[in-house]
T-cell receptor, first 111, second 112 residues
């Protein structure tokens, strides 16, 4: 079955700097890759997603890149703000759309 | 447009008991998935329902079962509760499969 690995497990950046979180997946049939942000005690919230027919997608300060050949995808947050502090999860899904999540990255943005 | 709502928000059960968790999907969403999130970990897929049929199951024992109703709301039932079942149980809904899933706030289950 699918396995998703996520790195780093914790990331601390200065406000205004960029943050990059990386994930790898094992199943070449996976074709949908969402990213979720989860604040303490709250629900995971979809922040951006990408499908396998696209290499990059941007939404304001957030971007996701996908390398199908290498089976990895990354989340890029530019001009980080303290409110970006949260746990971020990547996930992968195949045509069954069962989401397999990574283990999460705790992002801390220092003011 | 209403979001995904789950009930109850918190629950304490004794080992060996049974529990039913409920989920109302977002208006118009016909697909519901359930996830178990242990503390400090990513959500683990339990199963998914599409138009009242289970169409995917993760690596969970048969004592985890579910239902989806004609209005697309859903239940998660867990029998013979074990201490390791203590977790946040999340429900997510979407319009069809493969579209963005919206998560509910979850039910925090504690088994003592």
């Amino acid at each position: 079955g699918e396995n998703v690995e996520q790195h780093p497990s914790t990331l601390s950046v200065q406000e205004g700097d960029s943050a990059v979180i990386k994930c790898t997946y094992s199943d070449s049939a996976s074709n949908y890759f969402p990213w979720y942000k989860q604040e303490l005690g709250k629900r995971p919230q979809l922040i951006i997603d990408i499908r396998s027919n696209v290499g990059e997608k941007k939404d304001q300060r957030i971007a996701v890149t996908l390398n199908k050949t290498a089976k990895h995808f990354s989340l890029h947050i530019t001009e980080t703000q303290p409110e970006d502090s949260a746990v971020y999860f990547c996930a992968a899904a195949d045509s069954s759309y069962k989401l397999i999540f990574g283990s999460g990255t705790r992002l801390l943005v220092r003011p | 447009e209403t979001g995904v709502t789950q009930s109850p928000t918190h629950l304490i059960k004794t080992r060996g008991q049974q529990v039913t968790l409920r989920c109302s999907s977002q208006s118009g969403h016909n697909t519901v998935s359930w996830y178990q999130q242990a503390l400090g970990q990513g959500p683990q897929f339990i199963f998914q329902y599409y138009r009242e049929e289970e169409n995917g199951r993760g690596n969970f024992p048969p004592r985890f079962s579910g239902l989806q109703f004609p209005n697309y709301s859903s239940e998660l039932n867990v029998n013979a509760l074990e201490l390791d079942d203590s977790a946040l149980y999340l429900c997510a809904s979407s319009l069809g499969q493969g579209n963005g899933y919206t998560f509910g706030s979850g039910t925090r289950l504690t088994v003592v």
